[in-house]
């Protein structure tokens, strides 16, 4: 299937020259996946609702300043392809082009309601993350806002005092909660009020209750789930208690599913590629796959690695975190780490990943000879 057929022509468009407070302006009142942003009349890039919770970005900032690269399509692409893309390039929304000029835009909500009846082969089990990041209720949004810029997220599951999930915090609710208050102070010098709203409870800021899915429903179901609601994903909880965090699905997880191959190579899957220095691909799948091969009977069926790029710079290198993530028919391992450049956190996060391949193996085979050892006593 050509992206032509999924892409389209009504999209929302900026000049370079407009300032911040006209974006934020546009994500509350048309609530797109990201803005296409042109310089007299050529395309520059994107920005998206993430890029504005820099709490120190005011309103008459150009959105030149936030701009951010994302992968060009031609109309011609394979879906598949360009699912691959948009995964890669950390983005939700892509330019299509034609004959080398800007034709309309592909997102991942787009994408995903053209394959939307063929959801139903999978289960939410099969491709979501376990192991997420949550935060307190009684945290603050300036804590909340803090813990989505670290780890490059979108979504926070709000858990209480006892551990049991209570509300979702994201990056739409953040931005949206703090236009409306903004809109409300008085012109002038409004950088107490912007301390007033940072020290506010998470839990004025969530929705609740959370929206969840289980394990064994198909992502069909929980996809339908995320239109209905205008989410962009979904907690998941156990099927005998549905208070407990389990993990996330989101959007970007089915689209990452739906560009898995069928290589004989371990399939690689690397968000934010543009912030590959010295590593390549295929350097990292060959260290991933030294990995694997530890696992014995355990068989990989895909790796993501994921880079996020943070302020801090070490003589103009700046903070990488990185996170590798593979699933397997035993479930998942990940490692994480962080360094100066995306070859330094790599590796930092391989070795934890290792340690955790290693970890898991030593439970399989306590396991096992607690197993040998049952079935001994069981003859005696």
Known sequence: MDIADIATTDFTELDAASNVGKARSVFEDENPKGIIVTKSGEYEGVITQKQLLRSHIEDHTKIETLTKSAPKVDRTDDVRDVARSLVEGGTKVAPVFESGSLWGVVSEDLI????????????????????VITIDEDATLGQAINRLREHGISRLPVVDEDGFLTGVVTTHDVVEFATRNVQKTTRGDRSGEGDRLLDLPVYDVMSSPATTTQLDETVRAAVERMFENDYSGLVVTPEDDDRVVGG???????????????????????????????????SIRSSIEEIT????KMQVRHAHVRFHEHKERLRGTPLIQCKIRLRTNRGQVAGSGEGYGAEQAFNVARDKLERNVLEVKGVESDREYQGQLLRKLGEL
């Open 112 to 131: 995903l309601e053209a394959v939307l009846e063929h959801l139903d082969s999978l289960t939410v089990e099969q491709i979501y993350t376990e192991n």
């Open 293 to 296: 091969e530890k696992y014995g």
């Open 248 to 282: 996330v699905i989101t959007k970007t997880d089915v689209l990452r599913a739906l560009s898995y191959t069928e290589e004989e190579v371990l399939d690689v899957q690397i968000t934010n590629v543009n912030l590959l220095d010295t590593l390549s691909r295929e």
